[in-house]
C-alpha cells in the first residue's frame, strides 16, 4: 500500500527511486538502504544512487560504482541474494559496509517484466548479523516485482517525455536532411541503444535511390 502511493509526476526517476528505498526501509526495518538504478535501454548504471537510512557518514561516494563483474551482477543473476553475517562471509565487505558497520544485508533484483532487462538493485543494509527465513525470501520476492513495476512504468514515462522533447527540437531545426540527423545524433541515445550504429535512410522517389546517414 505504501509502494503505490507514488510521489512527484511520472517519468520524475529521482523521486521514484527515493520513494522505493524508503518504503523499502520502513517495511523491512532496516538501518539502511540503497538502490544502484540501470538504464534497461543500454544495460548501464545511471551515475547516481539512492541511499536513506540512519547513516555514521553523510558522504554517499562510500557506496562503490557497480563493478562488471561484482556482487551488483551476482544479484541481478540470482534475484535475490542474502548475506547473514559479513564477518562470515567477509567476501561481500566493501567500502561502505565497513565504514557503517553493517553485518547483513540483503540484495534484491529489479528487473522489467517481459524481457528480464535490469532496472537496478536494492540493498537492505541491517547492523547486526541476520537469519533469513523462507517467509523473508518471499517477501522480498513480492517487494521486488512491485518495486520493478513501478520503476519501468516510470521510465515509460520518461521516455515518452524525452521522445516528445526531441520532436520539439527536431522540429525547429529542420533546415536540412543533415540538421535533423545531427539533432537525432545528440538525443537520441537517452531513449534508444544507440552503441552500435544509428542510421537515417531518405527515399528518393524520383532515382529509386536512398540517402544514408549513419553513425558507428
Known sequence: ALLVRTPGKPGDLDSILQHIAQTAQIAFATDACVIHACN???GGFIGSHIVV?????KNELLHDKPRPKGVTQQVLKEGVLV???LEVQQQYHNRFTLREGFR???GLALLTRHRKRPLGAIYLDFRQPKKFSSIDYESFRIFAVQASFLLQETWLARHYEEVARIGQDANHNLATVSNLFQELQTYVDTVLDDSHTLLLAINQPQTYTLDVYASC
Open 53 to 57: 537510512g540512519n547513516l555514521q557518514a
Open 83 to 85: 548475506v547473514e553475517d
Open 40 to 42: 534497461p535501454i543500454t
Open 104 to 106: 547483513a544485508f540483503s
